[in-house]
């Protein structure tokens, strides 16, 4: 699994991300989301990577239980 930033224009990105969500309910944005997950595992079709993932963001989101601070 690639940890390092790879994306040329992160705050291209990030903006191109909330823009997606803007207008959009609470539900419409989850949804949104879900469909990107798995766009982006699509493309990079590695299981192994892909498992490795989901345990790396399952253990951020304990190391950051404390924080306010939402995800779109």
Do not use: K, W
């Not at 930033?5 to 989850?30: K, M, N, V, W």
């Amino acid at each position: 699994m690639i940890t390092e930033p790879r994306i040329p224009d992160p705050d291209g990105f990030y903006a191109a991300l909330l823009a997606a969500h803007e207008g959009r309910t609470e539900a419409q944005s989850a949804d949104l989301n879900a469909r990107l997950v798995l766009l982006l595992a699509n493309q990079c079709a590695d299981q192994a990577v892909l498992l490795a993932c989901i345990d790396a963001a399952a253990e951020a989101e304990e190391d950051t239980s404390t924080t306010t601070t939402p995800i779109p």
